[in-house]
């Protein structure tokens, strides 16, 4: 039986991750702690990544904790950034994490990387699941949010791994990034999750620049198909060959079958704007999609 496939999900590190052999599984991780947690697992795709929302963990030059994070953040209210820097963990040298930890052979993907202009640093120093913490006042700067996706690309590109990317209100900042830093390894894949950018970005940049064998989308169903509407009007604009699902959620602290539910969904979606063959059609163009990718 063809899986589902879900290409970009994640670890929260907080519960049990059930053995689950119906869905192909694309496991990001966002910062070391997840690699903790996702190494040491069996049956999933790997992936090694700093997401945007983590990225002022990392030092890309050397210097003490207070000059990194006041190199890094922005803010308005110094007392702000004062909490914070207490509540803040020494930053991690960028390179020596990658030297340590990333191995070639395990790591299918270099994700989740990406640009985030919205985010803003939670009151306890960086997302935590069901933490509840507040959010603060204090970004980071979108040039450090820059410097680490470059680093994370020139990786991706020294080892030809595909890359899964997040890219929120800097749509245009990330397709020149990828120009400059993917478009010229060949071999390098690109897949937009859980793609937020108008139209216009997607058919006039990265569909017109990136070759259709390279670019793939990831949809959701919580983002993507938050209406049918706006879902299937994008699903139209994507090449089939391009097409991938994917949940975005955590496999350990999501029920199995719930996480299966929202594949069968955007898949039932796919068939239905794609006019395909009902569902097992649709899985098997999604899984030969993946195959492509991870290749
Ligand atoms: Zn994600």
């Known amino acids: ?37 996702l190494k040491g697992l069996d049956g999933v795709e790997k992936c090694f990544g700093i997401h945007p929302w983590y990225s002022h963990l990392y030092s890309v030059h050397q210097c003490d904790k207070r000059s990194h994070y006041e190199s890094v ?11 914070l820097l207490a509540q803040l963990p020494a930053p991690i040298a960028l390179d020596e ?24 640093l939670p009151e306890n120093g960086f997302y935590v699941q069901n933490s509840g913490a507040r959010l603060s006042r204090v970004k980071v ?7 680490v996706f470059r680093r994370m690309c020139q990786l991706a590109c020294k080892y030809r ?14 397709f020149e990034q990828c120009i400059q830093e993917l478009l010229p390894t060949k071999e390098v894949k690109v897949c937009l999750h859980s793609y937020t950018g108008s139209f216009q970005t997607l058919t006039d940049s990265w569909l017109r620049k990136f070759p259709q064998s390279r670019i793939f989308l990831s949809l959701s169903q919580y983002i993507n198909f938050k209406t ?7 699903v139209k604009a994507i090449p089939r060959s391009c097409l991938l699902t994917e949940t975005d959620f955590p496999i350990d602290t ?22 395909l063959d009902g569902l097992e059609s ?6 030969d999609n993946y195959l492509r990718f991870i290749a």
């Open 228 to 234: 049918d509407e706006t879902g299937l009007e994008l």
């Open 97 to 120: 994490y990658i030297e340590q930890d990333f191995e070639e052979s395990q790591i299918a993907v270099v994700g989740e990387i990406g640009l985030d202009k919205l985010f803003r």
């Open 141 to 147: 700067k979108m040039a450090h949010q820059i410097e």
């Open 254 to 275: 999501q029920p199995a079958d719930q996480l299966r539910a929202q594949l069968q969904h955007i898949c039932e979606k796919i068939s239905q704007a794609c006019d």
């Open 1 to 37: 039986m063809v899986p589902f496939v879900d290409a970009h999900c994640h670890v929260s590190g907080q519960g049990q991750i059930e053995d689950e052999r119906e869905t192909r599984r694309c496991v990001m991780s966002n910062f070391s702690g997840d690699w903790a947690t």
């Open 282 to 287: 649709c899985k098997t163009l999604i899984y």
């Open 161 to 174: 791994k595909p890359v899964s990317l997040h890219g929120v209100k800097c749509h245009g900042v990330l």
């Open 73 to 83: 953040l922005e803010w308005r209210v110094s007392e702000e950034f004062e909490q």
